[in-house]
């Protein structure tokens, strides 16, 4: 079967709409600064893979790489983060961010997001997509940043237990939110405009 765009989202509104709504989701949930919602975990991976489901211009993708480090850079200049994360190593995550952008792309163009029938390829695309960003990212930071003298592989598929499930779940759940609110709206629309061709 031919892959499919199956995202209404062509108009240049829609766009604008989500490509802001999706920058002040990674804003309000990244570091620690004026605008961050202490409470909940960092939307950055969701934010990139729902980019690449969601928003056609490809420059979305370095436009969201040059906002999450104007934070990240903001955050360390103003003194909320430590530099622990600001290695040499990072640039592993314009990668990692790559690789989820892609994953979203994909997916969005082979099923139709608002049938719950393709949750289980969600399921399956996100798994993937996040395994690949999560050694993309995690072992671009434990073997290339530094902080770890002794880095080896042993040492990295140890912490993956630790660390793998948190990312892997909070993917998940940011996105599932994402696509259960857009296909809502979009029942909703077809039923506004059912209702009012009945009325015509």
């Known amino acids: 079967m031919p892959a499919t765009s199956s995202l209404p989202l062509q108009s240049a509104r829609s766009q604008i709409l989500v490509g ?15 605008a961050s919602v202490n409470a909940l ?9 729902l980019a690449g489901a969601l928003l056609r211009p490809m420059w979305a993708l370095p436009a969201l790489f040059v906002l999450s480090s104007l934070i990240d850079f ?21 990668f990692a961010y790559a690789a989820l952008w892609l994953g979203g792309h994909v997916y969005a163009r082979r099923v ?10 969600l399921a399956v695309a996100l798994v993937m997509t996040a395994t690949v960003a999560y050694l993309l ?3 671009g930071f434990y073997f290339f ?19 793998y499930p948190r990312a892997l779940g909070t993917l998940a759940g940011y996105v599932g939110a994402a696509f259960a609110l857009y296909a809502l709206l979009r029942a909703l629309n077809a ?3 059912a209702q009012t061709g009945a009325r015509a």
């Open 41 to 49: 975990p960092s939307a950055s991976w969701a934010v990139f893979f």
């Open 20 to 34: 802001l709504a999706l920058a002040a989701l990674m804003i309000c949930t990244r570091g620690q600064h004026f």
């Open 74 to 94: 903001g955050s360390l200049a103003a003194g909320t983060i430590s530099d622990w994360c600001l290695s040499p190593a990072y640039w592993a995550l314009a």
């Open 191 to 193: 039923r506004s405009s």
């Open 137 to 139: 990212s995690k072992g």
């Open 145 to 163: 940043s530094g902080r770890y003298p002794d880095a080896d592989l042993a040492g990295f598929v140890a912490r993956i237990p630790q660390y």
């Open 112 to 121: 139709h997001v608002d049938r719950w029938a393709t949750v289980p390829r």
